[in-house]
Nanobody, 125 residues
Framework: QVQLVESGGGLVQPGGSLRLSCAAS????????MGWFRQAPGKEREFVGS????????RYADSVKGRFTISRDNAKNTVNLQMNSLKPEDTAVYYC??????????????????WGQGTQVTVSS
């Protein structure tokens, strides 16, 4: 069984920054790609970004490219999402998820294996 726990969400003004973290346990974290997704009220869950098992490859949705950065620390079994220049449209519940291989990537949320409970990010003045 895999457990993922997100943290770091909160309320931030437009233009501000937040750093989300996802702590993993129960599987060999360092062997799998990790992904971040988000879901706004009334909308489908969407891909934000992903990182390969050793962090050599990152991918981002066009809507966050240049503003968000994913990193991971395999020694601590954590993956992070640094979010800068936040916009009101970034408001959502953010989730981390585990991939199915080291270089796993798909923007489809239905094809990721394990999910955290999510952390709320609200961008508002």
């Amino acid at each position: 069984q895999v457990q993922l726990v997100e943290s770091g969400g909160g309320l931030v003004q437009p233009g501000g920054s937040l750093r989300l973290s996802c702590a993993a346990s129960g599987r060999t974290f360092s062997s799998y790609a990790m992904g971040w997704f988000r879901q706004a009220p009334g909308k489908e869950r969407e891909f934000v970004g992903s990182i390969s098992y050793i962090g050599s490859i990152t991918r981002y949705a066009d809507s966050v490219k240049g503003r968000f950065t994913i990193s991971r620390d395999n020694a601590k079994n954590t993956v992070n999402l640094q979010m800068n220049s936040l916009k009101p449209e970034d408001t959502a519940v953010y989730y981390c998820a585990t991939g199915r291989s080291g270089y796993y990537y798909t923007p489809s949320p239905g094809n990721w294996d394990y999910w955290g409970q999510g952390t709320q990010v609200t961008v508002s003045s």
